[in-house]
């Protein structure tokens, strides 16, 4: 056999061992290699996230990689604000209609209060605005 085949072989098999120490998949051949108390552990680990994530080994990076996955959720957390703003306005708009109406309907916005504050509850800040909000004036003078 030449070299250039053994080499190739040897890269096969330590492929393969490789394969076979990244599954998932349990190994219940090896049953001393294995215990349960070792998999018990394996499956702790998985279901916690797997720790603290891959490093590189190179801490400048680690941190940078750590401040741009908190960008990222921020500019999500942002961009969630900015779409709902309109549907919080408006549902402002409403509430202070209600309570502006609430003698000419004899009582009746009431139950239109309500709503809104059970809809509060049930949907959150992001959604529907708190009450006495819908008085704060759109552009402070």
């Known amino acids: 056999m030449a070299l250039d085949d053994e080499l190739i072989e040897r890269g096969n098999e330590a492929s393969e061992k490789a394969d076979d120490l990244r599954s998932d998949a349990p190994?219940?051949?090896?049953?001393?290699?294995?215990s349960s108390?070792?998999?018990v552990a394996a499956l702790r680990e998985a279901q916690k996230g797997g720790g603290s994530g891959i490093?590189?080994?190179?801490?400048?990076?680690?941190?940078?990689?750590?401040?741009?996955q908190r960008g990222?959720?921020?500019?999500?957390?942002?961009?969630?604000?900015?779409?709902l703003s309109p549907t919080k306005?408006?549902?402002a708009g409403a509430l202070r209609w209600s309570w502006l109406n609430l003698i000419p309907t004899f009582g009746l916005s009431l139950f239109a209060?309500?709503?809104i504050v059970f809809l509060r509850m049930v949907f959150g800040e992001k959604l529907?605005?708190?009450?006495?909000?819908?008085w704060?004036?759109?552009?402070?003078v």
């Open 55 to 68: 490093s590189r080994g190179d801490l400048r990076a680690d941190i940078m990689e750590a401040k741009r």
């Open 27 to 34: 190994d219940y051949g090896n049953e001393e290699e294995n």
């Open 128 to 134: 529907i605005p708190d009450l006495g909000e819908e």
């Open 136 to 140: 704060i004036p759109k552009k402070p």
């Open 37 to 39: 108390s070792d998999r």
């Open 113 to 115: 209060i309500d709503a």
């Open 72 to 83: 990222l959720k921020a500019g999500a957390s942002k961009m969630v604000t900015a779409a």
């Open 89 to 91: 306005k408006g549902m």
